[in-house]
């Protein structure tokens, strides 16, 4: 169904539009379903009274609210920049994701309250084939749209679209869960309605759980990912002129608007004009490439002082005598009548238990201990990949 109508509603549309387009029809597709859900276990589970399809019937009420979310998140999230926002409102999907999540979250535990008290005061269930069939039929429909809200989402890359689908998937298990219990007292005589109502509630503030860590993570800023890294490193480094990257920085402003900055070595006795013309290009390329924005920062090096060269080996070497991540760049002397300014930055890698200002001191230990009588002159940057 969602192929077909995405042919119809989506056909021709590229971009941000696009993105924009299938989370609209799939959270409106999503609102229809849920409600046609609801009024279905409703009904089945007035006329059981089995508290876990009552239960579930309402859980796919909230779903319907949390798709309503998602396509206000996606509605938001589409709208172009303006002056209060030059980077766009694409953050609004995350934001929505992050709701869709709280919701299950709050479901999960009203959920394993209502079951608790249906262990400790069980209430007889009936177990009609009406029933049956209503519970049924909910699992086929929520593992069609978990499906469709999981390949959507993959398409889009979109961690609302992936919330949703993992919100499908937990009811699907919860509906079968609460199919088993009925399927049991009907021919067991055996009512653990409460029990299995439980291990739905569970399965549910899981699924909550992992949903809201997935939505969270980009808002608070995530580091990114290893492949992307390693794919902006190969297309700067491609190019001759650039000797080296660091101080690479991902800036996430929803789905499809990232920025980078990075600092690019170069010849320091190269032409000017040409190495930034070299940076205009690579800019451009990584903006066709993996569609994001880029600043690109020259910082000229010497590349043919052998002295320069060869101190720079060494004191990389000692630095990771305190840790083995740790790295340096911008590196560059100075000579004077008394001592040798040896002027680097040196990266510390997330997790070391010093500080910042116990490595600097230990580097300018390092480095005054050296024969020669050279002065450190450091400063300790902090990692973003």
Do not use: W
């Amino acid at each position: 169904m969602i192929t077909i109508l995405s042919n119809i509603f989506i056909k021709g549309k590229e971009g941000s539009q696009k993105r924009k387009a299938y989370g609209t029809l799939c959270s409106i597709v999503g609102i229809l379903l849920n409600l046609f859900l609801f009024a279905g276990k409703y009904f089945a589970g007035i006329i059981s009274g089995s508290v876990a399809i009552t239960a579930d019937a309402f859980n796919n009420l909230s779903d319907a609210g949390s798709s309503f979310i998602t396509l206000v998140g996606f509605l938001f999230a589409g709208k172009k920049p303006d002056p209060d926002h030059p980077f766009g409102h694409g953050r609004f999907e995350y934001i929505s994701g992050f709701v869709v999540s709280i919701a299950i979250l709050l479901m999960g535990f009203e959920l394993l309250k209502t079951s608790v008290m249906k262990i400790i005061h069980p209430e007889p269930v009936d177990t009609s084939l009406a029933a049956v069939g209503v519970l049924i039929v909910s699992i086929l429909v929520k593992m069609y749209m978990a499906f469709y809200n999981h390949f959507i989402g993959k398409r889009i890359d979109s961690s609302a679209m992936r919330a949703t689908a993992m919100d499908s998937l937990s009811d699907t298990v919860a509906t079968l869960v609460v199919l088993i219990a009925m399927l049991v007292i009907r021919f067991t005589g055996v009512n653990i309605d409460g029990i299995c109502g439980v291990f739905v509630a569970l399965f549910i503030l899981y699924a909550g759980f992992s949903a809201a860590k997935d939505t969270l993570d980009p808002l608070l800023g995530l580091a990114p990912k290893k492949e992307f890294v390693e794919q902006i490193e190969q297309i700067v480094l491609a190019h001759d002129e650039i000797k080296g990257i660091h101080d690479l920085v991902v800036h996430d402003y929803g789905p499809g608007r990232l920025m980078i900055s990075l600092h690019a070595e170069v010849h320091g006795d190269h032409d000017i004009f040409e190495v930034h013309d070299t940076i205009d290009h690579i800019e451009r390329e990584l903006n066709e490439t993996l569609s994001c924005e880029s600043v690109i920062h020259m910082d000229p090096i010497e590349t043919d002082n052998e002295e320069v060269a060869r101190m720079k080996g060494i004191i990389a070497a000692k630095v990771k005598e305190i840790h083995e991540q740790m790295t340096i760049h911008d590196f560059r002397m100075v000579s004077g009548p008394t001592h040798t300014n040896v002027i680097f930055d040196a990266v510390m890698p997330y997790g070391m238990k010093m500080s910042r200002e116990e490595v600097k001191q230990k580097i300018e230990v390092m480095v005054e201990e050296m024969d020669g009588n050279y002065y450190a002159v450091v400063q300790i940057d902090q990692g973003y990949i």
